[in-house]
């Protein structure tokens, strides 16, 4: 049962990931308020094989979640071509139709179809949009009646209590999940490699460029002939990112462009129910059910220990033990969030 609500605190939405129908009844039965998932294609940013849904799963994940009182959003956040415009069109129908109660979308195009031929259906403005400001965020309020917005995580903790209370429209923010060297999944990198990148073919490394090469003493990992990391030994092979591999400089090998890290803002939920974030965002729809069900449950429990009592609340160590074996390279960051040197 949640914990009492603080009469003077605003008990902000979990969002949490979901790549396939049972990490989305893991999700909703694990304290999730909203799940988001994405079709199988390339409509959405995590168009890997082997995750999404079809109708017939998406119908019975929006009825699963209904009936226990959640929410299913759809992702449709990549950005169409011309040529393939229709694609995404029939996506948000196909959405529209099987009562889904918002679409998360990017592309200005498909956020002005949506709101002309599903004027009822809700609308989220996609981290991929990249508004990292209330005047661009209520541009898209006037023209598509956008009801909520993901922010990037490039804001520090001051700029989105600012952009917070700057505009009418919801702020979602990311809690936690992997992070990206590129801008929310705009990827040149994967472009660079393999001719596909998340925001347009919602795919970063394709499967179908990945290779992995056993040695004498461990894996190595590559992408489209690119190599990308080698692991020695009981060294867990990490899955081939060009942004997280391993390269020799100067006769130096470490993560020259970033290493692989989680943010976690446990510790700043005061803050951020303060400031009145409208939900608070799971990063991870390619990670499996058990992974869902785990951060689920923690941040169920730390947001409603944090509604109850804010002014008493401290993360608990078992929270962040708990969160430390899931995040990627066992590392954790408060990331743009914390920026103490300013």
């Known amino acids: ?171 979602e923010v990311f809690g936690y999940g992997s992070l990206c060297v590129m801008v929310e999944g705009r990827c040149a990198l994967s472009a660079y490699a393999t001719g596909e990148s998340p925001n347009c073919q919602g795919v970063c490394s394709p499967a179908k460029a990945v290779r992995w090469e056993p040695h004498a003493n461990g894996m190595r990992t590559r992408l489209n002939g690119f190599l990308i990391d080698a692991f020695e030994g009981d060294e867990r092979p990490g899955y081939p990112t060009l942004c997280k591999g391993r390269f020799d400089v100067n006769g130096e090998v470490y993560y020259a462009l970033e290493e692989p890290t989680s943010l976690n803002t446990l510790d700043l939920l005061p803050e951020l129910l303060r400031i009145g974030v409208a939900a608070i965002k799971i990063e991870g729809r390619q990670r499996s059910p058990a992974y869902v069900a785990q951060v689920a449950r923690t941040w169920r429990e730390a947001i409603d220990a944090c509604v109850a009592t804010p002014e008493a609340f401290a993360a608990l160590p078992r929270w962040h033990a708990d969160l430390d074996a899931l995040a990627e390279g066992q590392a954790q960051t408060l990331g743009a969030y914390s920026r103490p040197w300013r």
């Open 1 to 171: 049962m949640p914990a009492a609500v603080s009469p003077s605190v605003r008990r902000p939405e979990l969002v949490c990931p979901a790549g396939g129908l049972p990490a989305l009844k893991a999700a909703v039965d694990h304290g999730a308020d909203c799940v988001y998932v994405g079709f199988r294609d390339e409509t959405n940013a995590r168009a890997f094989a082997g995750l999404n849904f079809d109708d017939a799963t998406m119908r019975e994940g929006v009825a699963y979640a209904h009936r226990r009182g959640r929410k299913v959003l759809v992702a449709l956040n990549t950005f169409p071509s011309t040529a393939a415009f229709a694609r995404w069109t029939r996506a948000v129908d196909r959405a529209a139709d099987l009562g889904v109660d918002a679409i998360i979308c990017a592309d200005a195009a498909l956020l002005d179809y949506a709101a002309r031929t599903h004027p009822d259906l809700r609308l989220h403005l996609s981290v991929q949009a990249s508004a990292t400001n209330h005047e661009a965020i209520e541009w898209y309020r006037e023209r598509f009646g956008v009801r909520r917005a993901v922010l990037p995580r490039v804001l520090s903790i001051a700029q989105v209590e600012h952009t917070v209370a700057s505009t009418g429209v919801e702020i």
